[in-house]
């Protein structure tokens, strides 16, 4: 599987995750930290798949644009939808917002380029996922959580050096052979 289909994977891992966590838990969420929530999973995934798709979909904006904002609309959307109205408009209105911009991103720079923008927002979701987990098992201290040996720091560190270790092993695919690099056009057009 290609490093970028990996990533989309991870994201969609992270995204069930995280909103089937905070479904179970909606009892003690309250409408702000919902809000909240949904807000910062929709802007990230948005944001990564639509820089996914301006890669994937090199020259066409359209295209990832709306493949993009799709995605983020949907994950803002979907989380929300057990939680509050307030909840699916603002994770909706953010998810579309990140994914117009993820699309231009992409659209903006090559796949190496995009390499550390993408590891750093990898880490980021990651990173956000694991906090936003342990600021709602606060809310809910008195039950029991199936994740609670995740609120501790440690294998929270542990879990970011492994998505790491997991992103420094991908892959990345090089330009197809006789496709020109933006670099390479600019040298052809100088004087």
Do not use: D
């Amino acid at each position: 599987m290609s490093a970028v289909w990996q990533i989309f994977a991870f994201v969609l891992i992270g995204y069930v995750w995280f909103t089937g966590l905070v479904w179970r838990r909606r009892a003690h969420i309250q409408p702000m930290h919902g809000m909240v929530s949904a807000m910062a999973v929709a802007m990230l995934v948005g944001l990564l798949t639509g820089l996914l798709f301006g890669l994937l979909f090199q020259g066409n904006l359209s295209r990832s644009t709306l493949w993009g904002m799709t995605c983020g609309a949907f994950a803002g959307f979907v989380f929300g939808l057990r939680l509050s109205v307030l909840t699916i408009v603002e994770g909706t209105l953010s998810g579309l917002m990140a994914g117009m911009m993820g699309a231009m991103l992409g659209e903006m720079m090559t796949l190496e380029q995009a390499e550390p923008l993408l590891f750093f927002l990898a880490m980021l979701y990651t990173a956000c996922l694991l906090l936003m987990e342990r600021w709602h098992g606060v809310e809910q201290a008195n039950e029991a959580s199936v994740f609670g040996k995740l609120r501790h720091p440690v294998v929270s560190a542990l879990l970011l050096i492994i998505v790491f270790a997991w992103f420094q092993s991908l892959t990345f695919a090089l330009p197809v052979a006789g496709e020109r690099s933006q670099e390479q056009m600019h040298h052809e057009n100088s004087p």
